[in-house]
């Protein structure tokens, strides 16, 4: 069972790292309103996975959200 839960876990992380690629993908198109769906996305897997969002992730996204 515990390495059921290992494998679940990993392939969460991975799925998240994928998002992230896409969120830095979709900043750079500019496409906010599906970047901000992205991050979401992201945000409920980090809580999944109990790692809280980094102070340096909530700067990047502030940035992000208030420059537009």
Do not use: C, H
Not at 2 to 13: F, M, N, P, Q, T
């Amino acid at each position: 069972m515990a390495g059921k839960i290992k494998d679940l876990e990993v392939r969460v992380r991975a799925s998240r790292d994928r998002l992230r690629a896409e969120l830095a993908e979709l900043d750079l198109l500019g496409e906010v309103r599906a970047g901000d769906d992205v991050n979401a996305a992201i945000e409920i897997l980090n809580m999944r996975l109990n790692e809280p969002t980094s102070e340096e992730e909530i700067q990047r996204l502030q940035n992000r959200l208030f420059s537009n």
